[in-house]
Nanobody, 117 residues
Framework: QVQLVESGGGLVQAGGSLRLSCAASGRTFTMLGWFCQAPGKEREFLGPIRWSGGITSYVDSVKGRFTISRDNAKNTGYLQMNSLKPEDTAVYYC????????????WGQGTQVTVSS
């Protein structure tokens, strides 16, 4: 079992920044991912981070604005969001892949990000 808790969401002005956190506990995992879901839309995968090594990738919509990172000592992943746009408004989730798996098995509860124009 892996437990994930997101935090750091809130209301921010367009052009501003937020840093989301994903605190992990329980069993070890190999990958952490960030997702978002806007009202009336499908959940969108933003990108993963390898827990060992910290290698990341990003979808085009956030490339250059968002940065995924992690602090192994704190068992916490981060999503740094800069140059926020109203269209970034969504619930943001983190998820984890455990060893020997290829599916996102564990999910946090989500944190709301609202960007005002």
């Amino acid at each position: 079992q892996v437990q994930l808790v997101e935090s750091g969401g809130g209301l921010v002005q367009a052009g501003g920044s937020l840093r989301l956190s994903c605190a992990a506990s329980g069993r070890t995992f190999t990958m952490l991912g960030w997702f978002c879901q806007a009202p009336g839309k499908e959940r969108e995968f933003l990108g993963p981070i390898r827990w060992s090594g910290g290698i990341t990738s990003y979808v085009d919509s956030v490339k250059g604005r968002f940065t995924i990172s992690r602090d192994n000592a704190k068992n916490t992943g981060y999503l740094q969001m800069n140059s926020l746009k109203p269209e970034d408004t969504a619930v943001y989730y983190c998820a984890a892949i455990e060893p020997l798996s290829s599916r996102w098995s564990y999910w946090g509860q989500g944190t709301q990000v609202t960007v005002s124009s």
